[in-house]
T-cell receptor, first 112, second 107 residues
Framework: DTAVSQTPKYLVTQMGNDKSIKCEQN?????MYWYKQDSKKFLKIMFS???????INETVPNRFSPKSPDKAHLNLHINSLELGDSAVYFC???????????FGSGTQLSVL | QQPVQSPQAVILREGEDAVINCSSS?????VHWYRQKHGEAPIFLMI?????EQKGHDKISASFNEKKQQSSLYLTASQLSYSGTYFC????????FGKGITLSVRP
């Protein structure tokens, strides 16, 4: 059983489109995250949810909207995709904040 | 604020030792270390908490000096499997990662 699973693994799309990435964890963790890793491997936090509540919202364009229907799921919807959105997006979870992160396998987003 | 990692890259022969450093301009409550292999997700190595403790994971250990706001990761008798990018993360309400250091172990 995969602990943190995200889909799709690859996402290729045109500029201006809207897309979603889904994430699910079966570890019973309270906290979930979205991280963005750019081409230089810089791993930057975007959002954090604790038990469905948004607790961290970094300076991310409001074209990015996370949604947590329950504490096991955290989805990321991106509107009006731009070339600069191309990156690997990682979902992660932890039992509580500041503890060991378990990462999903990542979604490689390519905007053409 | 993002921690600073050094050196920028490390190239080793199998069996050699290496030290990777992580420093912050802010007070640290804890330091996390992760390793990421190419095309894979980052994998947790260890967390160090306040107290200057040293932790170990196989032949990889780390120290944390909260007064100096620094942590170091020690790789002893490196193996080919140690190759990857090493990230330190510092916690101050959220986990902020450094830019990572690419470590390559060659036969």
């Amino acid at each position: 059983d995969t602990a943190v699973s995200q889909t799709p693994k690859y996402l290729v799309t045109q500029m201006g489109n809207d897309k979603s990435i889904k994430c699910e964890q079966n570890l019973g963790h309270d906290t979930m995250y979205w991280y963005k890793q750019d081409s230089k491997k810089f791993l930057k936090i975007m959002f954090s949810y604790n038990n469905k509540e948004l607790i961290i919202n970094e300076t991310v364009p409001n074209r990015f909207s996370p949604k947590s229907p329950d504490k096991a799921h955290l989805n990321l919807h991106i509107n009006s995709l731009e070339l600069g959105d191309s990156a690997v997006y990682f979902c992660a979870s932890s039992p509580r904040g500041a503890e060991k992160l378990f990462f999903g396998s990542g979604t490689q987003l390519s905007v053409l | 604020q993002q921690p600073v990692q050094s050196p920028q890259a490390v190239i080793l022969r199998e069996g050699e030792d290496a030290v990777i450093n992580c420093s912050s301009s802010k007070a640290l409550y804890s330091v996390h270390w992760y390793r990421q292999k190419h095309g894979e997700a980052p994998i947790f190595l260890m967390i160090l908490l306040k107290g200057g403790e040293q932790k170990g994971h196989d032949k990889i250990s780390a120290s944390f000096n909260e007064k100096k706001q620094q942590s170091s990761l020690y790789l002893t008798a490196s193996q080919l499997s140690y190759s990857g990018t090493y990230f330190c993360g510092t916690e101050g309400g959220k986990l902020t990662f450094g830019k990572g250091i690419t470590l390559s172990v060659r036969p």
